[in-house]
């Protein structure tokens, strides 16, 4: 992978760019959960949409509303993240 720092530049909560993605773990319309360098990424929106992923990159470009940007601990299992949000 290219990217060895991981950032996220979101513009109006409409466009968003991340680097340091190493993984997509799940997404819909409501959600994306991307597993980064720094830990697990939850983009939470609506009409949300990726646009672009290259993990060779790890680069993620998305589009929609986006209303929450948040980091679950590294160190929780994909099946706790997942059974939290679909609560």
């Known amino acids: 992978m290219e990217s060895s720092k991981h950032t996220i530049n979101l513009d109006n909560r409409e466009k968003l760019v991340a680097t340091g993605i190493t993984d997509i773990l799940s997404f819909d319309e409501e959600n994306i959960v991307a ?8 983009i939470r929106g609506y009409n949300l949409h990726i646009n672009s992923l290259n993990l060779e990159k790890g680069s993620l470009t998305a589009d929609g509303n986006v209303y929450s940007l948040s980091y679950d ?15």
């Open 35 to 42: 597993q980064t360098e720094n830990g697990i990424l939850v």
């Open 73 to 87: 601990n590294e160190n929780s299992s994909k099946r706790s993240l997942l059974g939290r949000l679909f609560k």
